[in-house]
């Protein structure tokens, strides 16, 4: 069956350090990825997007790395501080190809802490 | 910046009530979707709207849900007859050319 799994229900990190939060996927061939952060009551916010010919992408302080033949995705912030404290949501288009509709399937999420 | 707006923030109905839930995508997006999330769990598909019709649906939108776009701005989700399971957050979210997808703010139902 297809599954978005994202490593830990949460992750509590000092400031200043990096956070390193993992999304996995089965039998999808996403053309690309995104990732998210929503905070508590609030709609999803997108921050990211990979597609499957980059390894890496960068936006200020956020790394977002897309490996296809593990079927995995790493999201990184760094130089952490509190107010990166939200939840973070990997997902992508469950379609073969990049056209489309693009309705996107949601990992879980990861529950992000940032303490002083 | 443009963003996406719902209203209400907040609804509650009885069960079996009919509820229509609005969201105003950004103005230039072409691509309309609805998303629920129940409390604790994941953001779910619902429906995808393109073109005055819809373009995809999940297993969770049978027949009680209708989505309309009725007058060029606002999107609509309607719930005919609901039950204690919709109570959720929904969220509407717009489309333009690239890939993103912006939310709303939510809808929170409750149904007693």
């Known amino acids: 069956s297809q599954k978005i799994e994202q490593n830990s229900e949460a992750l509590n990190i000092q400031e200043g350090k990096t956070a390193t939060l993992t999304c996995n996927y089965t039998?999808?061939?996403?053309?690309?990825l995104q990732w998210y952060r929503q905070d508590p009551g609030r709609g999803p916010v997108f921050l990211l997007l990979i597609r499957e010919n980059e390894k890496e992408k960068r936006k200020e302080r956020l790394k977002v790395t897309f490996d296809t033949t593990l079927k995995q995705s790493l999201f990184h912030i760094t130089a952490s501080q509190p107010a990166d404290s939200a939840t973070y949501l990997c997902?992508?288009?469950?379609?073969?190809?990049?056209?489309?509709?693009?309705?996107?399937?949601f990992g879980a999420g990861t529950r992000l802490a940032v303490h002083p | 910046e443009p963003e996406v707006t719902q209203t209400p923030s907040h609804q509650v109905t009885q069960m079996g009530q009919e509820v229509i839930l609005r969201c105003v995508p950004i103005s230039n997006h072409l691509y309309f979707y609805w998303y629920r999330q129940i409390l604790g769990q994941k953001v779910e598909f619902l429906v995808s709207?393109?073109?005055?019709?819809?373009?995809?649906k999940s297993e969770i939108f049978d027949d009680q849900f209708s989505v309309e776009r009725p007058d060029g701005s606002n999107f609509t989700l309607k719930i005919r007859s609901t039950k204690l399971e919709d109570s959720a957050m929904y969220f509407c979210?717009?489309?333009?050319?690239?890939?993103?997808?912006?939310f709303g703010p939510g809808t929170r139902l409750t149904v007693t």
């Open positions: 039998n999808y061939s996403p053309a690309y």
């Open positions: 997902a992508l288009d469950p379609t073969m190809f990049s056209g489309g509709y693009n309705k996107l399937i």
């Open positions: 979210a717009s489309k333009g050319t690239s890939y993103e997808q912006y």
């Open positions: 709207f393109y073109n005055n019709e819809i373009s995809e």
